[in-house]
């Protein structure tokens, strides 16, 4: 396997993955500790916000790791967000169902271009130990995705989008 080359970790592949696997996930892994401790936003109606508290998560294997600082949002900060669904409620309802699966398509194409630093966030935050079991749960998780988007369809005569 080229180290350019994607591939797809599942039960059958996951007994024997190729070295460039395990390279990825060490690169990630570097990645996201050189991303920890940072402070990350809350997203409320399209905007980053702060709130004047914050905590702190933790790894679970070096309790002096801090993987990243969350705003401590309250009240005013949920009012907010509902707020805003509420006003982009009929927008989203309004939305064709081909413009939703495109979106929910690109959502599953930034998660597969981010899987390893996904993975390697994932192992730290939660300290999975088998490595390959946390990328395999990632990619089935990509998968659902993808089939979710592939499996919507027009529902005869009704013009909404529904299973099939």
């Not at 927008?91 to 630093?117: D, F, G, K, M, N």
Request: glycine share 4%; aromatic share 8%; proline share 6%.
């Amino acid at each position: 396997m080229k180290a350019d080359e994607p591939f797809k970790l599942t039960y059958s592949t996951m007994f024997d993955p190729p070295a460039a696997l395990h390279e990825r996930f060490d690169a990630a892994l570097l990645d996201a500790r050189g991303l920890a401790g940072r402070e990350l936003p809350m997203w409320i109606d399209g905007r980053e916000r702060l709130a004047d508290q914050s905590f702190d998560v933790r790894s679970p294997i070096d309790r002096d790791l801090v993987l990243a600082r969350f705003p401590r949002g309250g009240a005013h900060e949920a009012s907010d967000a509902i707020a805003a669904a509420q006003r982009a409620y009929p927008r989203w309802s309004a939305t064709p169902w081909r413009e939703r699966v495109q979106l929910l398509r690109r959502a599953a194409a930034l998660i597969e271009e981010r899987v390893y630093l996904i993975s390697a966030a994932a192992h730290a935050q939660a300290h999975v130990v088998d490595r390959d079991e946390t990328a395999k749960l990632l990619d089935q998780a990509l998968r659902l995705e993808n089939e979710f988007a592939a499996h919507r369809a027009p529902s005869p005569g009704s013009g909404c989008a529904t299973f099939h």
